[in-house]
Every structure is written in C-alpha cells, then in structure tokens.
C-alpha cells in the first residue's frame, strides 16, 4: 500500500532564507505531485513530476523527483510572506488515485 | 485545466440532518473523486465516482454514510448522511484529466452542530 510521508510538518522561516521540503513514498509511483493549499481555500497545483531525475521550477519554487530513492524535494529560494500556505505533495501508483502526504504548513516571517 | 464547481461552498448542519453537495465540471471526465479534509488534517480520498456505476469507497467509507451519484460525464454529487460533529470538515471534488494531473473544486465546508 503507497503511503506518502512529507517533513517538516511546520516550518516557520525567516524572508530571505532558503529551505526544503521533503516527500517520501513508499512503493513505486508513477507521478509525483506538489500543490499549495492557501488557508480556507482548495488546492493549486504547482508542479507534476513524471521520471526519475525530472526537475520543474517556477519562481522561487523548486521541485525534484528521484525515483530510487522514492523521494521528492519543493526547495524554497529565497522565501517571501506571500509563500505562506500549507504544500502538499500527492503520489499515484498505477492507478488515478492519490495518496497525499501530511501537508507542510509554512509561515515566512517578515 | 478542468474548471470545476462546487455547491455550496460552505453550510452549517445539524446533527443527524444531511446534505448533498453537488460537483460540476466543464468538460466530460471519466473519473470523479470526492476527498474529505478534516480540520488541519491532509486530503483523505472517499470514493471514486465512475459514470455508469457504483462509486468505489475508501477503506473506512461506506456508502450508507456517503452515497454518491454521477449521472453524466460531467456531475457528480456526495451526501453526508445523519451527519454528526465528527463529519465537520472540507470535502473537496477532483478530476484527473487523462491520466496527468488532478484538479479540485473549491470545496464545501461544513459544520456540524
């Protein structure tokens, strides 16, 4: 069964400074997803990752896929307040449905 | 993009009452998908709503609590039956368009008193 794992849970950061987000998944995927999700609002999609190695980035946002090692990264540059949302990353395996993991709940302090 | 509405966008219920909420989309779709996201909680999925037939659960939902109809390529509807506290929560609608990303409603918030 796919679980999908997404550390920190919490991440308050200074503007300016660069971080990290990681997503692990379990099983074999065959897509990767990152979406943001601001407060009281639905999900936005941010990036879709199809093969190993595959690297997106728009903006400040970074995000990465390596497929061995079951891992995806959304790395922050350089953050701003407007950054402030909670990031969820999503895995699929074989099929339409998604596992999401636990959410990232970032807050870029001023 | 898929452009998808969702009805209502918020309702304040009372317990063991029910509501439907309805999902409609732009474009046909084979596959709809009703996820719950309970309180600073992540997306939980409940069922996959296939046209032309029964909706598939979750483990942990049933169709008693949560039946769902899809009578065309582009509607859907999930109810929350006999509603209690514990069912408080977003309950968002997806669409996968062919197999590359997904796309949600804005969902429903709803509160159960």
């Known amino acids: 069964e796919l679980k999908v794992e997404q550390n920190p849970l919490f991440l308050s950061m200074q503007e300016g400074k660069n971080y990290t987000i990681y997503c692990n998944y379990s099983?074999?995927?065959?897509?990767l997803y990152w979406y943001r999700q601001d407060p009281g609002k639905s999900l936005e999609s941010l990036f879709v990752?199809?093969?190993?190695?595959a690297v997106k980035q728009e903006g400040r946002l970074m995000a990465s896929l390596d497929t061995k090692a079951r891992l995806s990264t959304l790395h922050i540059t350089a953050a701003v307040h407007d950054l402030s949302a909670t990031y969820f990353c999503?895995?699929?395996?074989?099929?339409?449905?998604?596992?999401f993991g636990t959410g990232t709940r970032l807050k870029v302090l001023a | 993009s898929a452009v998808i509405s969702q009805k209502p966008s918020r309702d304040i219920c009372q317990r063991g009452t029910s509501l439907t909420i309805q999902c409609q989309v732009d474009?046909?779709?084979?596959?709809m998908f009703w996820y719950r996201q309970q309180p600073g909680q992540s997306l939980t999925l409940i069922a996959t709503?296939?046209?032309?037939?029964?909706?598939?659960?979750e483990s942990g939902f049933v169709i008693d609590k949560f039946p769902i109809s899809r009578p065309n390529l582009t509607f859907s509807t999930l109810t929350v039956s006999n509603m209690s506290p514990e069912d408080s929560s977003i309950y968002l609608c997806?669409?996968?368009?062919?197999?590359?990303?997904?796309?949600f409603g804005q969902g429903t918030r709803l509160t159960v008193v």
């Open positions: 999503a895995a699929t395996s074989g099929t339409y449905k998604y596992i």
């Open positions: 709503a296939n046209q032309g037939s029964e909706a598939t659960y």
């Open positions: 474009s046909q779709v084979t596959m």
């Open positions: 990752l199809l093969s190993n190695g």
């Open positions: 099983t074999t995927s065959d897509r």
């Open positions: 997806s669409v996968d368009q062919v197999g590359t990303e997904a796309f």
